[in-house]
């Protein structure tokens, strides 16, 4: 199981990014996705997750009404749309995939991609 997060990169703050979250070796209609992202000298926290067919989604309270987060089952992939970016958005963003329900805890999930690096700059 492979999963490839992509589209990081430096924005300034009130800007947007798309991030990529490409999988490969699974089933992917048949796995909720998450996005986590972990910030220097923090703990990893949750940011979103969808259901199998996106009919369900949750974010947490620093992303909701900001980042959108969507799925593709005929691509294996999943998104998150980024939009106000704020400095405090700044960390490596982490997809990651479990065979079950959306919770927001991390540990419930088995595959984590690599991560890619968003900063937000002031």
């Known amino acids: 199981v492979q999963l490839q997060a992509s589209g990081g990169g430096l924005v300034q703050a009130g800007g947007s990014l798309r991030l990529s979250c490409a999988a490969s070796?699974?089933?992917?209609?048949?796995?909720?996705l998450g996005w986590f992202r972990q910030a220097p000298g923090k703990e990893r926290e949750f940011v979103a997750a969808?259901?199998?067919?996106?009919?369900?989604?949750t974010y947490s309270d620093s992303a909701k009404g900001r980042f959108t987060i969507s799925r593709d089952n005929a691509k294996d992939t999943a998104y998150l749309q980024m939009n106000s970016l704020k400095p405090e958005d700044t960390a490596v963003y982490y997809c990651a995939a479990r065979d079950g329900s959306v919770v927001i805890s991390g540990k419930y999930y088995a595959y984590w991609g690599q991560g890619t690096q968003v900063t937000v700059s002031s």
């Open positions: 070796g699974l089933t992917f209609s048949s796995y909720t």
């Open positions: 969808i259901s199998l067919s996106g009919e369900t989604t």
